[in-house]
């Protein structure tokens, strides 16, 4: 273990936030706050952050109510230990997706349903950037998935702007792996609640989390590798684009 861990952690997310122009000064960012271990490490993060960056920004916190029996009393309590604002947004998403869904992934749906409902509570409390706890492991596996099952090499981007809401998407923790992440929250002994989802742990991402895992044993610094190659990434050591055709006679 790092002799002062905290420190070093959260240098990885300034280092983020400053590398991407993630948080400026009078920003009011908004964590999207699943109580789930990198949600709350996030927003911890950025609080233990915003005592000492050069700008001043705002938190609040948001989190979307699905329908799935939670314990939020726990992610309530924690907010207001940090003096952070923290917001309940009812929404009945899980009957949704499990009684009315006709046809589409599940996951899709709930997604596309959490975000909308994320996105215009943070508007209604006047925020303008929100903060997602997507970490290392979730860029890499996201690229996997992307090429697995669809052919596609993408990845989210650390920073986006969203046209249609004036919103910007920002994801601080995405120098970090998810074992770094776990280390921090339990280094902090912050509080988290597990994922009520019934479809946790059986969806294609979890195929994907233990392909990488598999990748990890035989090469130990594969994901400091990846994350090498994506700030190095030159589209000139890949084909070129496939010139369009004529029309046949």
């Given at each position: 273990?790092?002799?002062?861990?905290?420190?070093?952690?959260?240098?990885?997310?300034?280092?983020?936030?400053?590398?991407?122009?993630?948080?400026?000064?009078?920003?009011?960012?908004?964590?999207?706050?699943?109580?789930?271990?990198d949600s709350?490490?996030?927003?911890?993060?950025?609080?233990?952050?915003?005592?000492?960056?050069?700008?001043?920004?705002?938190?609040?916190?948001?989190?979307?109510?699905?329908?799935?029996?939670?314990?939020?009393?726990?992610?309530?309590?924690?907010?207001?230990s940090?003096?952070?604002?923290?917001?309940?947004?009812?929404?009945?998403?899980?009957?949704?997706?499990?009684e009315?869904?006709?046809?589409?992934s599940?996951?899709?749906?709930?997604?596309?349903?959490?975000?909308?409902?994320?996105?215009?509570?943070?508007?209604?409390?006047?925020?303008?950037?929100?903060?997602?706890?997507?970490?290392?492991?979730?860029?890499?596996?996201?690229?996997f998935?992307?090429?697995?099952?669809?052919?596609?090499?993408?990845?989210?981007?650390?920073?986006t702007?969203?046209?249609?809401?004036?919103?910007?998407?920002?994801?601080?923790?995405?120098?970090?792996?998810?074992?770094?992440?776990?280390?921090f929250?339990?280094?902090?002994?912050?509080?988290?609640?597990?994922?009520?989802?019934?479809?946790?742990?059986?969806?294609?991402?979890?195929?994907?989390?233990?392909?990488?895992?598999?990748?990890?044993?035989?090469?130990p610094?594969?994901?400091?590798?990846?994350?090498?190659?994506?700030?190095?990434?030159?589209?000139?050591?890949?084909?070129?684009?496939?010139?369009?055709?004529?029309?046949?006679?």
């Open positions: 273990m790092i002799k002062n861990y905290r420190k070093w952690f959260l240098a990885r997310v300034k280092r983020a936030i400053y590398d991407f122009g993630m948080i400026e000064n009078g920003d009011r960012v908004v964590v999207a706050f699943s109580g789930g271990k709350v490490t996030l927003l911890y993060a950025l609080k233990l952050i915003s005592r000492f960056l050069p700008v001043k920004f705002e938190l609040e916190t948001i989190f979307v109510k699905t329908g799935w029996p939670m314990d939020v009393q726990v992610l309530e309590e924690f907010c207001r940090i003096n952070v604002p923290f917001h309940i947004v009812e929404t009945e998403i899980a009957k949704i997706v499990f009315e869904r006709d046809g589409g599940p996951c899709a749906i709930c997604s596309h349903l959490r975000r909308g409902a994320l996105h215009t509570k943070a508007l209604e409390l006047g925020c303008n950037k929100v903060a997602l706890g997507h970490h290392l492991d979730d860029v890499i596996e996201t690229f998935l992307s090429m697995i099952y669809t052919g596609q090499m993408k990845v989210f981007s650390p920073s702007f969203l046209d249609r809401t004036g919103l910007t998407m920002i994801r601080p923790l995405v120098y970090l792996a998810a074992e770094e992440v776990m280390s929250l339990q280094s902090e002994k912050l509080p988290f609640i597990a994922n009520p989802c019934p479809v946790n742990g059986h969806t294609h991402r979890e195929v994907v989390k233990e392909f990488l895992l598999d990748l990890v044993q035989r090469f610094d594969f994901k400091a590798r990846f994350l090498n190659s994506l700030q190095t990434f030159d589209q000139e050591n890949l084909w070129p684009e496939v010139r369009p055709r004529g029309r046949r006679k």
